[in-house]
């Protein structure tokens, strides 16, 4: 596993989990450590709707919408993102093995004249077409997967104003 995402992971299941886990390199007697093993995967499909990542042969399915409670709002808030791959891990909590299926995302940034502003549509948002530097909050576990978006460029610019809008999808319904 690259350092970068073990660190986010390790730092997300100290958030999680509420408890003291070490970097494996660290683990001593009585230690609980997060593994290092993952095994990584290019598409998953669930409920119906296929997620693919930006390593899977066609992009299509992989810029998605991820729903989290934001502190700030007080309500369940739906943030764009391009999902890089999903793993899946495995770690001991309190002598339990729990298996965990991520998605490895990143997110898109706010567009500041906005903050959410949506056109007359309520459905079309404008976004900043650059990603918010990578951080935990990058791990997501797929329950959190909301819907996959259409990503249209709003103009052309290329600096860091230019905007994007982003379009929800339909979801496919099982019967």
């Not at 299941?13 to 995967?41: C, E, I, P």
């Not at 007080?74 to 991520?102: L, N, T, Y």
């Amino acid at each position: 596993m690259p350092e970068q995402l073990y660190s986010f992971l390790l730092q997300f299941y100290n958030l999680v989990y509420s408890q003291h886990f070490v970097h494996f390199t660290q683990a001593g007697d009585g230690q609980q450590f997060v593994s290092n093993r993952y095994w990584k995967m290019n598409t998953i499909k669930m409920m119906g709707q296929t997620y693919r990542s930006t390593e899977s042969q066609s992009r299509r399915g992989a810029h998605v919408q991820v729903l989290f409670h934001a502190d700030d709002r007080g309500e369940a808030m739906a943030w764009p993102c391009e999902i890089q791959f999903f793993f899946r891990h495995v770690q001991i909590v309190d002598g339990i093995s729990k298996e965990h299926i991520f998605a490895y995302v990143r997110w898109y940034s706010i567009h500041g004249e906005n903050d959410g502003q949506r056109y007359v549509d309520p459905y079309l948002e404008i976004w900043r077409s650059h990603f918010r530097a990578e951080d935990m909050t990058c791990i997501v576990p797929i329950h959190r997967l909301y819907g996959q978006v259409a990503i249209i460029k709003y103009n052309t610019e290329t600096n860091a104003n230019s905007r994007i809008t982003i379009i929800p999808l339909p979801k496919k319904m099982l019967a």
